[in-house]
């Protein structure tokens, strides 16, 4: 079992729509939870931390489930700038906190 | 404001050649990863280094090497160039759990 699933999509979705991702992780253990963002052919670039009493930062939204071992994303009023992939991110409690574990990645396309 | 760069945007070289990939941080980060993406696969850590002088194997560690003589410096070497190495290398420097990468480099090995 891969550390941390996402579902590749692509999800498409209208403008203005609102649209949810989520990303499982294997290691209960794990200690802190992101999400990047990537635009294609660039590098990825924090977007948020996801906290336990989840965080909201504009129009997305960022909630951890320890319990069923799964971080969320929502995003709110998708607009087309929104179009990337969504990388879902975990540091293992290895002792070695800033060694970060990536899920592959869902894709996201905002249409008109 | 934080920068990574990568020597080269893209790069083609041919198997069996001995391919360097450079790395620079400018934010004094003791910590630095290679990483490389490949789709369906994701981003899979290849080796990274806690401060000058020090290395320790990711996950896919064959078939590449690494060097860190100074801190805003991190070097991935491809020692004997294979086509299944193929694929975007990004390098990140990391604080406080947040990644910083560089551009990528795109390699070709032919």
């Known amino acids: 079992r891969k550390e941390v699933e996402q579902d590749p999509g692509p999800f498409n979705v209208p403008e203005g729509a609102t649209v949810a991702f989520n990303c499982t992780y294997s290691?209960?253990?794990?200690?802190?939870f992101f999400w990047y963002r990537q635009d294609c052919r660039k590098e990825p670039k924090l977007l948020m931390s996801?906290?336990?009493s989840g965080n909201e930062d504009g129009r997305f939204t960022a909630q951890l489930n320890r319990a069923s071992q799964y971080i969320s994303l929502l995003i709110r009023d998708s607009k087309l700038s929104d179009s990337a992939t969504y990388l879902c991110?975990?540091?293992?409690?290895?002792?070695?906190?800033?060694?970060?574990?990536f899920g592959t990645g869902t894709r996201l396309q905002v249409t008109l | 404001d934080v920068k990574v760069t990568q020597s080269s945007r893209y790069l083609v070289k041919r198997t069996g050649e001995k391919v360097f990939l450079e790395c620079v941080q400018d934010?004094?980060?003791?910590?630095m990863f290679w990483y490389r993406q490949d789709p369906g696969l994701g981003l899979r850590l290849i080796y990274f280094?806690?401060?000058?002088?020090?290395?320790e194997k990711g996950d896919i560690p064959e078939g590449y090497s690494v060097s860190r003589e100074k801190k805003e410096r991190f070097s991935l070497i491809l020692e004997s160039a294979s086509t299944n190495q193929t694929s975007m290398y990004l390098c990140?420097?990391?604080?406080?759990?947040?990644?910083?990468f560089g551009q990528g480099t795109r390699l070709t090995v032919v």
């Open positions: 991110v975990v540091t293992p409690n290895t002792g070695t906190a800033s060694k970060l574990t």
């Open positions: 290691n209960s253990a794990s200690q802190s």
């Open positions: 996801v906290y336990s």
């Open positions: 934010m004094d980060h003791e910590n």
């Open positions: 280094s806690y401060d000058v002088k020090m290395k």
């Open positions: 990140a420097s990391i604080m406080n759990t947040e990644a910083f």
